[in-house]
């Protein structure tokens, strides 16, 4: 019985956050007129980091400069982002062979990860971040720091989508394709 009421505890605590983070950022809705205020130094504060992959192997984000790049801020325990990663990894696998590049950036423990990225074979790397990685969030507008958090570069590495809350895989593919060379 306390095991479920701690899981129940966990779910309450996540939805509380997740609604906290919509309303603390109802502004964030797509365009330019929220990408316009990211600094240079933001973008280069997140493809500055070396973290690890699934495999405990060290990634850097500036190794993808010059694609598109999906970043996807999530956790194993965020019921929305779980719900969201199917769509991504269809996504990953419709736009294989263009130069696209999904990468998800877990606030989570490592472990926990590896076994989602088992249980559902992510086709794109999963990266293991600590609270602090989320606080990058916040320079790209969602200053709630809630998940999922979504930002779309283009291949000059500048943002050109971000998105607080769940994308689906028909909206997500279409942002992206018209990034791409025709």
């Known amino acids: 019985m306390i095991r479920s009421a701690r899981i129940g505890l966990v779910i309450a605590i996540?939805?509380?956050?997740?609604?906290?983070?919509f309303l603390a950022n109802r502004h964030?809705?797509?365009?330019?007129?929220?990408?316009?205020?990211?600094?240079?130094?933001?973008i280069d504060a997140l493809f500055g980091l070396r973290l690890p992959d699934t495999d405990g192997a060290e990634q850097a984000m500036a190794q993808w400069r010059g694609k598109v790049v999906v970043v996807n801020f999530w956790a194993t325990w965020c019921p929305p982002c779980r719900r969201e990663i199917p769509d991504f990894s269809a996504a990953s696998r419709a736009l294989a062979g263009q130069p696209v590049q999904f990468v998800g950036l877990s606030i989570d423990d490592a472990d926990?990860?590896?076994?989602?990225?088992?249980?559902?074979?992510v086709p794109y790397p999963l990266l293991v971040a600590s609270p602090?990685?989320?606080?990058?969030?916040?320079?790209?507008?969602?200053?709630?720091?809630?998940?999922?958090?979504?930002?779309?570069?283009?291949?000059?590495?500048?943002v050109r989508h971000v998105k607080l809350?769940?994308?689906?895989?028909?909206?997500?593919?279409?942002?992206?394709?018209?990034l791409l060379p025709s």
């Open 112 to 121: 926990k990860v590896r076994a989602f990225d088992k249980e559902l074979d």
């Open 165 to 178: 809350g769940t994308l689906n895989r028909a909206d997500l593919e279409g942002r992206i394709r018209a």
């Open 132 to 158: 602090q990685v989320l606080a990058l969030a916040a320079g790209f507008g969602n200053k709630a720091q809630a998940l999922p958090f979504t930002v779309i570069f283009d291949r000059d590495g500048q």
């Open 28 to 42: 964030l809705t797509p365009g330019d007129a929220t990408t316009q205020a990211v600094t240079q130094e933001t």
């Open 14 to 21: 996540a939805a509380a956050a997740g609604v906290a983070g």
